[in-house]
């Protein structure tokens, strides 16, 4: 129970960085999925501007400015779960 406890507090007080800690997504590929992710969401969000809008500069403005605060939106909920130890 004393090797236990000194094992936890040991784990407990590590600093663990990208190199260390292979269950942890480094910040590239974060954004390497934000910006595939957006892609296919502003495809989405153009065609469905387009069809409620019917004005193609008004859904590429709408896709557009959702491209842009949607994929900064992802990047930093990515890097807040990956800081959740839960389910890894």
Do not use: C
């Not at 065609?47 to 193609?56: A, K, P, R």
């Amino acid at each position: 129970m004393i090797v236990d406890q000194m094992i936890l507090d040991k784990v407990a007080t590590q600093k663990t960085s990208y190199t260390t800690d292979k269950s942890s997504e480094k910040p590239l590929r974060s954004i390497a999925k934000a910006i595939s992710w957006r892609i296919i969401g502003t495809l989405d969000t153009l065609v469905v501007s387009y069809l409620l809008t019917g004005e193609i500069v008004l859904a590429t403005s709408i896709a557009s400015i959702d491209f842009v605060t949607k994929m900064i939106l992802y990047f930093f909920h990515e890097r807040i779960w990956n800081r959740i130890k839960w389910g890894k």
